[in-house]
């Protein structure tokens, strides 16, 4: 891979798709950059992958692809560079995390009599296609589906350490054709999608994406959970059933839904399709990167290259992203003498019983834990524990303190402890539980917690004051302030605060 300086401009790079090595430093604001998203070809290609959010300021490689000239860029200020607007420019370009491409093999092709296929390496995902194999579709274009699941194999590079692929046929009821351990190369699951025989009925997508979200991206089936989950759904037509809903949930649930259409409703057609607009619907964002639209069948070979490109791009994959991994979760405990040892060893067992829900990890949820008293006392941070098992031991460990109620101190304690350290990605979500009133002032510290974007949940009990907790907790306070008459009652809350923080995270906007 070519290193280039940060002042090297796209247009001076006659190809149309490259990939190259940017160094530090390309921030600088004296390396302009034209645009937001889609910039003009007059930019610093590495300015504008600082200014994109595909590099840091450290640099590292990155996949440009040139594309058509607009007639206006606007500017922004994004990740510490200030792009500039400008009124048009002949050329653009567009930037993101490479997969490296490498020559694999030749074919006789009408136009030119050569095709050049790619194999990618560096994608590792764990990738799941539905086809649709109703009635309606028939068997020819049914080959092609086989055929093209074929090429889209031998680009991937089956392989224990890159892309594992299994098949899921639809029709009345999906099936399970093969897992994601039943082959470990390209040449078995050739071979293997040869003996895919059509199954017939109708063409209920919702229903097989419901079964795939339950059954397909298991441990026992291969998933390696270090990769991407991704869903690649292919539908002559329109399907027969509603996808949105089941589509939402596997979302929720960490798989990244692409949508395949060939073929779709002609507009006397359309009065017959239960959603209108489905794939949009299905797809965690409307910008054209998961759903892809094919004329014909015999077009549809032309999407094996497009499709796989995205589905190795792993920085886009943002669907994987849920309620349940993708937030820094600090609790604040209170310590104070009115808990007691035994309440205090109930409060502990609601923390866990909360960790337990999410998905933890280095790379997923986090979570940190502070006590306080009139005093503070970082029971361990968001760096300290990348397991599940880890995490619920830690808890268990904590010594209760004893002591006074001073929660407007704590809260500044954790703004500065816990959350100053949280990654710019996570969602950050402060747990606060106490038992009384504060002793000192809540307003200024928990005004300061809301400015600073911690999404925070007041939990009383016993002798808690209401007016507090309304305070301390983020607006709506009816969403996210909880009393319980006593400790034995703390683990009622657990649901509902585990429905609130999926209700609001999934009514971000994703676009």
């Given at each position: 891979?070519?290193?280039?300086?940060?002042?090297?401009?796209?247009?001076?790079?006659?190809?149309?798709?490259?990939?190259?090595?940017?160094?530090?430093?390309?921030?600088?604001?004296?390396?302009?950059?034209?645009?937001?998203?889609?910039?003009?070809?007059?930019?610093?290609v590495?300015?504008?992958?600082?200014?994109?959010?595909?590099?840091?300021?450290s640099?590292?490689?990155?996949?440009?692809?040139?594309?058509?000239?607009?007639?206006?860029?606007?500017?922004?200020?994004?990740?510490?560079?200030?792009?500039?607007?400008?009124?048009?420019?002949?050329?653009?370009?567009?930037?993101?995390?490479?997969?490296?491409?490498?020559?694999?093999?030749?074919?006789?092709?009408?136009?030119s009599?050569?095709?050049?296929?790619?194999?990618?390496?560096?994608?590792?995902v764990d990738?799941?296609?539905?086809?649709?194999?109703?009635?309606?579709?028939?068997?020819?274009?049914?080959?092609?589906?086989?055929?093209?699941?074929?090429?889209?194999?031998?680009?991937?590079?089956?392989?224990?350490?890159?892309?594992?692929?299994?098949?899921?046929?639809?029709?009345?009821?999906?099936?399970?054709?093969?897992?994601?351990?039943t082959?470990?190369?390209?040449?078995?699951?050739?071979?293997?999608?040869?003996?895919?025989?059509?199954?017939?009925?109708?063409?209920?997508?919702?229903?097989?994406?419901?079964?795939?979200?339950?059954?397909?991206?298991?441990?026992?089936?291969?998933?390696?959970?270090?990769?991407?989950?991704?869903?690649?759904?292919?539908?002559?037509?329109?399907?027969?059933?509603?996808?949105?809903e089941?589509?939402?949930?596997?979302?929720?649930?960490?798989?990244?839904?692409?949508?395949?259409?060939?073929?779709?409703?002609?507009?006397?057609?359309?009065?017959?399709?239960?959603?209108?607009?489905?794939?949009?619907?299905?797809?965690?964002?409307?910008?054209?990167?998961?759903?892809?639209?094919?004329?014909?069948?015999?077009s549809?070979?032309?999407?094996?290259?497009?499709?796989?490109?995205?589905?190795?791009?792993?920085?886009?994959?943002?669907?994987?992203?849920?309620?349940?991994?993708?937030?820094?979760?600090?609790?604040?405990?209170?310590?104070?003498?009115?808990?007691g040892?035994?309440?205090?060893?109930?409060?502990?067992?609601?923390?866990?019983?909360?960790?337990?829900?999410?998905?933890?990890?280095?790379?997923?949820?986090?979570?940190?834990?502070?006590?306080?008293?009139?005093?503070?006392?970082?029971?361990?941070?968001?760096?300290?524990y990348?397991?599940?098992?880890?995490?619920?031991?830690?808890?268990?460990?904590?010594?209760?303190?004893?002591?006074?109620?001073?929660?407007?101190?704590?809260?500044?304690?954790?703004?500065?402890?816990?959350?100053?350290?949280?990654?710019?990605?996570?969602?950050?979500?402060?747990?606060?539980?106490?038992?009384?009133?504060?002793?000192?002032?809540?307003?200024?510290?928990?005004?300061?917690?809301?400015?600073?974007?911690?999404?925070?949940?007041?939990?009383?009990?016993?002798?808690?004051?209401?007016?507090?907790?309304?305070?301390?907790?983020?607006?709506?306070?009816?969403?996210?302030?909880?009393?319980?008459?006593?400790?034995?009652?703390?683990?009622?809350?657990?649901?509902?605060?585990?429905?609130?923080?999926?209700?609001?995270?999934?009514?971000?906007?994703?676009?």
């Open positions: 891979v070519p290193q280039i300086s940060c002042d090297v401009r796209a247009g001076k790079i006659t190809n149309v798709e490259f990939i190259v090595k940017c160094p530090p430093g390309c921030q600088d604001p004296r390396y302009h950059v034209y645009g937001t998203d889609v910039y003009a070809s007059y930019s610093s590495c300015g504008a992958a600082v200014h994109s959010g595909v590099l840091d300021n640099g590292g490689k990155i996949l440009v692809r040139k594309v058509a000239g607009q007639s206006g860029y606007k500017g922004s200020y994004s990740n510490g560079v200030r792009s500039l607007s400008l009124p048009r420019w002949r050329e653009s370009f567009v930037v993101s995390g490479t997969c490296t491409p490498w020559r694999l093999g030749r074919e006789r092709n009408e136009r009599r050569i095709t050049v296929f790619f194999r990618f390496s560096g994608c590792k990738l799941s296609f539905l086809i649709d194999g109703s009635s309606s579709i028939g068997k020819r274009r049914f080959r092609m589906q086989k055929q093209f699941l074929t090429d889209v194999a031998q680009t991937l590079d089956i392989g224990p350490a890159g892309p594992l692929m299994g098949v899921v046929q639809y029709g009345d009821n999906p099936a399970t054709q093969f897992n994601l351990k082959h470990m190369n390209s040449q078995d699951v050739k071979a293997a999608i040869e003996k895919i025989s059509q199954r017939g009925g109708l063409s209920n997508t919702g229903t097989s994406i419901s079964f795939v979200t339950k059954n397909f991206f298991s441990k026992f089936n291969g998933n390696r959970g270090g990769a991407p989950n991704v869903a690649v759904v292919m539908v002559d037509g329109w399907p027969t059933d509603k996808v949105e089941a589509s939402r949930f596997a979302r929720e649930s960490g798989i990244n839904i692409f949508f395949i259409t060939i073929e779709g409703a002609s507009e006397n057609e359309k009065q017959y399709v239960l959603e209108p607009n489905f794939a949009n619907k299905a797809v965690c964002r409307t910008n054209g990167f998961y759903s892809l639209t094919v004329q014909n069948w015999f549809l070979h032309k999407t094996v290259q497009p499709l796989v490109k995205r589905v190795c791009d792993t920085d886009r994959l943002a669907c994987s992203k849920t309620c349940l991994n993708s937030a820094d979760i600090g609790f604040v405990i209170d310590g104070s003498s009115s808990v040892t035994s309440n205090f060893r109930t409060v502990l067992q609601f923390v866990a019983n909360l960790s337990r829900e999410f998905e933890i990890s280095d790379t997923d949820t986090r979570i940190g834990a502070m006590q306080y008293t009139y005093e503070q006392r970082l029971e361990f941070g968001f760096d300290e990348s397991t599940k098992s880890d995490v619920l031991n830690a808890i268990k460990r904590v010594g209760y303190w004893s002591g006074g109620t001073s929660t407007g101190a704590a809260i500044n304690y954790a703004l500065e402890q816990l959350f100053k350290k949280s990654k710019p990605n996570k969602r950050k979500l402060m747990i606060l539980i106490t038992d009384g009133r504060s002793y000192d002032d809540i307003r200024i510290p928990a005004m300061l917690a809301h400015h600073k974007g911690v999404i925070t949940y007041a939990i009383g009990v016993a002798w808690a004051a209401q007016d507090e907790l309304d305070i301390i907790a983020t607006h709506p306070a009816r969403d996210h302030a909880f009393f319980v008459d006593e400790f034995d009652n703390l683990y009622k809350v657990v649901p509902k605060v585990i429905q609130n923080i999926c209700t609001e995270f999934n009514s971000q906007p994703r676009n």
